[in-house]
């Protein structure tokens, strides 16, 4: 409270008086003293006895405002002195004094992370104009055409049933709302049916937000490698720990984690209009952690390292994405090929590259600069969670792949995620929600969290 007071221009003295008044009139007012009596020679008229009343009840009034404020900027500095320990973040021996900027030197701020909101907000309307201008008339180009839709009949109970219980029922369940309603099974199964088209995307929807995102992944990877092609630590990763973590931000560094940032910051802001996949709690997970890690490693000075992670996982975003395109437009040979390269980068990027080669040299080479602290643990076990979803991603897209090969055809990916006719049966429903459960559209699309 000195300080905010001081800096105000009030001394201390003053306060210290007012508050002793402000408890001798609590005190008062609370009954451990009698309520003091007003005389009529210093108060001639109740005007003068109100006033005072209102002066003295004013000062009670700042002075435990002040103390409340007093108590909420104490609660809130020991947080942030808590959030901003060193040990936190730094290693042994180093302070955020030691990160100052000198005139050689320029060290990556928390407050830089900011420029990550106006850019996500840019990139949204970036988006916007290249879907309405770009991606649409590139798919009308392609022949690319939204199917014509049958709308459900209205029914309240059916309507209910389909928001509370499931999208897809049981014959069992078919039966107890054919009593219900009154319907024939054969009504019933064609209603959901078609309750579930409405509410699937259109082809164009879907081709223009891969196209959208296949040319960000493009554009972000050949942009780090831009960045990173003529840095040492591109080829020896034992460079990325040098004078860690006095490392100097480069220009290069804080646009490529802006535009990343700023990237999956407008994925999550768009998630409410964007393609609804079953996965869409994933979705919102991967980003959030995604969001976390870069900006952890931003704040921690794990710059060079973290460039690297963005790197190796947009090479097989690109391929994942420009496959989705080829399909829409019914390229089937090319959409396969794809899916072939696909794989290959897959594995070889997140099997091969970033366990043994990043993971390691983030849990093996800064032990020989310094001691292990909480930033470095913390670093390496987001590393691993998400080293143990590549492995599970592998197995997915392993198994697709071993039909790819026996059947020469690609069961689910988002081909399948194809409308039902009025006239499939219901075991032909089952066997296509199956696929789309299952297939490409949730192994590919979680491979890469979208």
């Known amino acids: 409270m000195g300080p905010l007071w001081g800096l105000l221009g009030i001394p201390r003295e003053f306060l210290q008086v007012r508050q002793q008044r402000g408890c001798d009139q609590h005190s008062r007012q609370s009954g451990r003293e009698g309520p003091r009596t007003f005389s009529s020679d210093r108060f001639p008229d109740n005007t003068q006895h109100y006033l005072h009343w209102a002066q003295r009840k004013a000062s009670l009034l700042t002075v435990e405002t002040c103390q409340d404020n007093n108590a909420c900027s104490i609660m ?3 947080i942030k002195d808590w959030l901003w320990w060193e040990r936190l973040w730094l290693p042994e021996k180093v302070s955020w004094a030691d990160l100052k900027d000198k005139e050689d030197r320029t060290y990556a701020k928390a407050s830089q992370l900011y420029a990550s909101v106006p850019c996500a907000l840019c990139l949204l309307v970036v988006r916007y104009l290249f879907e309405r201008y770009l991606a649409t008339p590139l798919a009308k180009a392609l022949g690319i055409r939204d199917k014509v839709r049958l709308t459900a009949e209205q029914n309240s109970t059916l309507e209910k049933y389909f928001y509370s219980q499931t999208r897809n029922p049981s014959q069992a369940d078919i039966r107890s ?4 309603t009154g319907w024939p099974e054969r009504r019933v199964e064609v209603w959901f049916r078609r309750r579930r088209n409405q509410d699937r ?8 937000e891969a196209s959208w995102r296949c040319g960000f992944y493009l554009c972000a990877f050949l ?4 960045a990173l092609y003529d840095k040492p630590w591109f080829y020896d990763l ?9 490392q100097s931000m480069l220009p290069s560094q804080y646009w490529y984690y802006t535009l990343e940032m700023g990237f999956y910051l407008s994925l999550l802001l768009s998630l409410a209009f964007d393609v609804k996949r079953k996965d869409f709690k994933e979705q919102v997970i991967h980003h959030v952690a995604t969001l976390t890690l870069l900006s952890f490693s931003w704040i921690s000075n794990y710059i060079r390292i973290g460039t690297l992670v963005m790197a190796v996982h947009d090479s097989s975003d690109i391929v994942l994405e420009g496959g989705k395109l080829f399909n829409y437009a019914q390229w089937e040979k090319t959409a396969n090929v794809m899916f072939v390269i696909f794989t290959t980068v897959f594995m070889v990027t997140r099997l091969v590259i970033f366990p043994f080669w990043l993971i390691h040299c983030t ?3 800064p032990l020989e600069r310094f001691d292990p602290f909480f930033g470095y643990y913390f670093f390496n076990i987001m590393l691993l969670v998400l080293q143990i979803l590549h492995v599970y991603w592998a197995f997915l897209i392993t198994r697709m792949a071993y039909k790819f090969v026996f059947s020469k055809q690609l069961d689910g990916d988002v081909r399948s995620d194809e409308e039902e006719d009025d006239s499939d049966s219901q075991k ?3 066997h296509k929600m199956n696929h789309i459960n299952g297939a490409m559209n949730g192994a590919r699309d979680r ?3 979208h």
């Open 76 to 78: 809130l500095q020991t």
């Open 177 to 180: 709302l054919c009593k219900k």
């Open 201 to 208: 995307p259109g082809l164009q929807k879907r081709f223009c």
């Open 223 to 226: 942009g780090g490698l831009l």
């Open 238 to 246: 034992k460079e990325v720990w040098a004078e860690f973590p006095k």
């Open 363 to 365: 849990w093996v080479y």
């Open 428 to 430: 032909n429903i089952k």
């Open 447 to 449: 491979a890469n969290g």
